[in-house]
């Protein structure tokens, strides 16, 4: 999707004038500080900043995890403070998808009950949850991982199938912290040029990375500091892929 077509869309989630503060009184934390950040479809945003700079409360707030002191979070343009409890679970369990750097794959599920398992939690039936598990690790790209237990996949495979649980269901957005933290660096690429197919096709991918390296994937780059967005860098260039893609890494 091009900046044009991008632009003439309603964002898929904004963050207006947010403020997150944890605790209360002189021990409270104001982890997010007045942060606005919205998100196009299609649109690969990269977040960069040093720890504690409030990244990953950026994350959960943009997926409706945790809620903000003020200012408002919408997704697909409804603000999250006015949705029913079970209209949130449904955003969080059908339009936003998470990767995290440790997989959070359950061990004793195959991969593809894995990927099914948020979807049936959403109300999917198992038959409808099982197709559309099939269908997302197919374009993750891993070849036979269906039936094999996360033990008995790589760390690249374990990411791609965490990645196929995240957009399972044709999700609007995914929204991964420091997904690459425990990948090698070939593999962490392959994962995020993977994100950057799915922002290709129109998926809204915020990544969060301590990887200045990623940027090149990213349409744009948001850099925090102290719970505040200080600057934001967009992509010249469309981003370009590595000069030899080493496929070869994935197979078992
Ligand atoms: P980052 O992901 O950039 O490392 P975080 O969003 O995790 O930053 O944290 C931002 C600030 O908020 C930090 O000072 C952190 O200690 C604090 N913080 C994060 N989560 C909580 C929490 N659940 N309770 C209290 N303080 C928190
Ligand atoms: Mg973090």
Redesign the pocket.
Known sequence: MNVKERAMRAPTIELRDVV?V??SGPAG????DRVSLAVAPGEFVAIS????????????LAGGL?GPTSGTVTVGGEDLAHLRPAELARVRRRQVGYVFQRYNLVASLTAVENVMLPLEFGGMPTRQARGAAVAAIERVGISRPFDRFPDDLSGGERQRVAIARAIAGDRDAILA?EPTGALDTITGDLVIELLAELAAAGTSIVL?THEPRFATWADRVVF?RD?RIVDESVAAAPPSPPAEPPVEVLSP
């Open positions: 997150k944890y605790g934390v104001r982890a997010l900043g040093p720890s504690a700079s409030g990244k990953s409360t950026l994350l959960h945790d912290d969060v925090m719970g």
